[in-house]
């Protein structure tokens, strides 16, 4: 036997060999299995999401109500509020903070770690027939590390100085030195915080990707993969080649903030605009690494519940690539307005329009899923949908923004917000809804209530677009984004009736998420059971049974068909799980020889 | 291929004829070099754009004996090959003796870097100064302003990153060698110094990268 297939085989048996009950500790806190591992993340990023939600609630006290003493600000320090004899106002110094943890914390400790950590820890290995991920311990360190970040960021709100405040992109030289936001150690443990972040992410990076290429099951060739399960190895790739860079920016301002280097101070003949160069070199493909899980998420639901195959496989598959190639040689168009030569931005705006192709095609292919599908209209499918019509929304004024003239008079307003909030909202969390929805039955072993689920997802879509469909009116008649206190400007105070309205519908919003939660976890013990396939599904994870066990698949599964064979017109059912061997197979192909390319796969 | 061989293990799956480990070095890898083509990107962004903060070659740093270090950490490269070659052949010796070979050449360029930074913060050449006046070697105390506060932070920022992952690849060496002498490889286990190799291979051309561009342009 060969070095490699003895090295296999170790590592083939090293999955399997602990399948008696595990300690308390071994099973539920230090676990190297990927699934317990996926709902460790899960829960702790569900917390961050409710803080970060309740920190843009804040924010929007002050905007709706600018100067005016915010209900239980008294609860807070005197470092963030203001106390006068009606109760605390809030301080702009708090505010600033506010911005930038809200950003932060939702977009790298709440969506990223749900899209990534959660789906991406939980799917990959059942999709694609594995009993765990290549390094289970890995796996382990990755969860274990963002801990420790998550606790530097929420301690940085304790420390002098409160929270960073210089915008979730830390532009310098604001962020480069305390003498401008009075942050001085805040936003050095934001630094620190997100940089152990960014190590935790690589490390599951290096997991993912290496699970997948190396251990398919029998049979799962590249375009047997669910597109959940592709859409997360790019994700897989953008994490492992943006995020070192993104690590090379923070330590280098960390070090202009602690040591007084000076990298990014232009005072000492530093370079402002090399750490917009290198965030955004990071910034954008991260844009892509929180929506293309996304889109493989919804792209499982909605074929499944509207029991057609997915539109295009093959074209969905390479319009994910092709996303995450178009990711790099983008981020330029964050910057038009930081000074760049007009010809460079013109390139970088038609670069960007070019990714309006490969996203057209994956909404076009969506459309064409559902259409005259057998339509089930339950809360995944829901949520789903929701995700693609407000990606579409968030998508198009994208396009607003890449067009450099139009970007001039936009940019840095309220009509930004709205655009990343219909993208990473409307987009994004959507389809975690859907996501968690959908696969809390493999993970809990009992189905979410359906009618609080429906009642979630109608308050939720119509509160969500009041709250965000209003700040692109805001944006454009011109009040901009990271203002405490808009009202000080004449031609922007008649926003103030808007500004409420807007911050009465946050608060709603804010409050229709506890339905959820209540949900989620009543469900856990009072959930109607789930069989091991409830949706009738066809990949991998729903052959096994819910929970499935440690070590995953009882029996190496082999894989003969693509993922989304559902009412084929050879079939008893509905659905052919992937499983399934061809019907009526002619006698040789009863022997399993599934690693023959197919002339599907390659 | 039999029913057998399918359950025998991982060989007869899809995926490529790569040990995980192996290809997770890779993976790893490249997320490496990224991480270094910020630092450098960013070095050669700010020279470009400020020349008056960096001097020419050798007015500062101490070429020759940066030379030297960079010629001994290719002969670390040389030793590590013939730690793998010797296991390969199943010389259990060998690969203790190389292995030991490499960890102390490695220790070496780890202690000719921290004598060199040790020589050049006695020059006057600081992470955070002002300016430098040029010092030592080749000029008079109180010689010519050369250089800004650029040059050392970029200096000491990409050479001490470098030198911080010999120095970790130096402890993942210690860490190999532990293993060997309590004999865990062999000719057909050897992926542990296989990957050992990759990194510390991936170090040192990481090196002659920064030398070129920091010591010799």
């Known amino acids: 036997m060969s070095t490699i297939e003895q090295e296999m085989v170790h590592a083939a048996e090293g999955g399997h060999h602990d399948h008696h009950e595990l300690p308390f500790i071994r099973k539920y806190i230090f676990s190297t299995d990927h699934k317990m591992i996926a709902k460790q993340f899960m829960f702790v990023s569900l917390f961050f999401l409710v803080i970060g939600g309740l920190l843009a609630a804040m924010m929007r006290w002050q905007l709706g109500y600018p100067s005016q003493p915010m209900p239980g600000g008294m609860l807070l320090p005197d470092a963030m509020m203001a106390p006068t004899p009606n109760g605390a106002i809030m301080l702009p110094e708090f505010y600033n903070s506010l911005v930038t943890m809200h950003g932060t914390i939702m977009i790298f400790f709440a969506i990223m770690p749900l899209l990534v950590g959660l789906f991406g820890n939980l799917l990959i290995p059942l999709q694609i027939g594995a009993e765990d991920m290549a390094f289970p311990r890995l796996n382990m360190i990755s969860f274990w590390l963002a801990i420790p970040a998550g606790i530097l960021m929420l301690a940085s709100f304790a420390v002098e100085g409160g929270a960073a405040g210089a915008g979730w992109t830390s532009y310098a030289p604001l962020s480069a030195s305390g003498e401008w936001t009075g942050v001085y150690l805040g936003q050095q443990l934001w630094l620190a915080s997100l940089t152990i972040l960014g190590f935790s992410s690589l490390v599951g990076a290096v997991n993912y990707i290496t699970t997948v290429i190396n251990m398919r099951a029998p049979g799962m060739t590249w375009f047997r993969m669910p597109l959940a399960t592709w859409a997360l190895f790019i994700t897989a790739i953008l994490i492992l080649l943006a995020i070192p860079v993104l690590a090379g920016a923070l330590i280098m301002l960390l070090f202009d903030q602690t040591l007084g280097t000076g990298f990014f101070r232009p005072e000492v003949g530093g370079e402002p605009l090399l750490w917009q160069h290198l965030f955004w070199f990071f910034g954008h493909p991260e844009v892509y690494i929180l929506i293309l899980p996304a889109m493989g998420i919804a792209s499982e639901v909605l074929s499944n519940r509207a029991r057609k195959p997915i539109f295009g496989y093959h074209s969905m598959v390479l319009a994910i690539i092709g996303i995450g190639f178009l990711g790099w040689i983008v981020w330029g168009h964050h910057m038009f307005m930081s000074g760049m030569n007009p010809l460079l931005g013109t390139s970088f705006m038609i670069s960007t329009m070019a990714i309006a192709v490969p996203s057209a095609i994956k909404t076009f292919n969506w459309m064409a899923t559902v259409w005259k599908g057998d339509i089930h209209l339950d809360s995944p499918m829901l949520y789903a949908l929701a995700f693609v019509s407000m990606f579409i929304i968030g998508g198009l004024s994208g396009i607003f923004m890449a067009s450099t003239p139009v970007d001039i008079y936009i940019h840095d307003t309220y009509f930004i917000v709205a655009h990343i909030h219909y993208v990473l909202f409307g987009g994004s969390l959507f389809a975690i809804f859907a996501g968690i929805t959908f696969w809390y039955p493999k993970m809990f072993g009992r189905m979410m209530n359906e009618s609080l689920n429906k009642l979630h997802f109608g308050l939720t879509i119509v509160l969500y677009n009041l709250v965000f469909w209003p700040m692109h009116n805001l944006g454009l008649q011109g009040m901009m984004r990271r203002i405490y206190d808009f009202t000080q400007y004449e031609y922007l105070a008649p926003l103030q009736p808007m500004n409420e309205f807007i911050s009465i519908s946050v608060f709603l919003l804010v409050a229709t998420q506890s339905i959820y939660a209540f949900n989620f976890f009543w469900s856990l013990f009072k959930g109607e059971k789930a069989s091991d396939n409830p949706w009738d599904s066809n990949t991998l994870e729903w052959t096994v049974p819910s929970p499935p066990p440690h070590g995953n698949f009882p029996e190496m599964p082999v894989v003969y068909r693509g993922p989304y064979e559902y009412s084929s017109p050879e079939s008893e059912t509905d659905f052919y799980p992937q499983t399934t061997p061809p019907s009526n197979p002619p006698v040789q192909d009863l022997i399993p020889e599934p690693v023959t390319p197919t002339p599907e796969g390659f | ?217």
Not at chain 2, 1 to 13: I, K, L, N, V, Y
Not at chain 2, 78 to 95: E, F, N, P, S, W
Not at chain 2, 98 to 104: G, H, K, Q, S, V
Not at chain 2, 124 to 134: D, I, L, R, S, T
Request: with cysteine.
């Open chain 2, 1 to 217: 291929m039999t029913t057998q061989a399918m359950t025998a293990g991982r060989a007869p799956m899809p995926g490529m004829k790569v040990y995980n480990l192996k290809l997770g070095m890779w993976i790893f890898l490249l997320s490496e070099v990224m991480f270094f083509t910020g630092l450098i990107g960013s070095y050669v962004i700010l020279r470009f754009a400020h020349p008056g903060q960096f001097t020419e070659p050798g007015v500062v740093l101490n070429v020759p004996l940066t030379a030297f270090n960079t010629f001994l950490l290719i002969c670390s490269s040389v030793t590590m090959v013939k730690a793998y070659a010797a296991i390969q052949q199943g010389d259990q010796q060998g690969l203790k003796n190389w292995l030991l070979a490499t960890i102390l050449i490695g220790a070496s360029f780890v202690g000719v870097q921290v004598y060199e930074y040790i020589a050049l913060v006695g020059e006057g050449f600081v992470p955070v100064a002002e300016a430098y006046h040029a010092v030592g070697r080749h000029m008079p105390h109180d010689g010519p302003v050369v250089g800004g506060q650029l040059y050392g932070s970029t200096f000491y920022t990409m050479t001490g990153f470098h030198g911080a992952h010999v120095s970790i690849g130096v402890l993942c060496l210690c860490f190999t060698y532990w293993r060997a002498a309590k004999g865990e490889y062999s000719a057909d286990n050897l992926g542990g110094v296989e990957i050992m190799g990759l990194y510390w291979h991936f170090v040192d051309l990481v090196w002659i990268i920064l030398f070129t561009i920091v010591y010799l342009i």
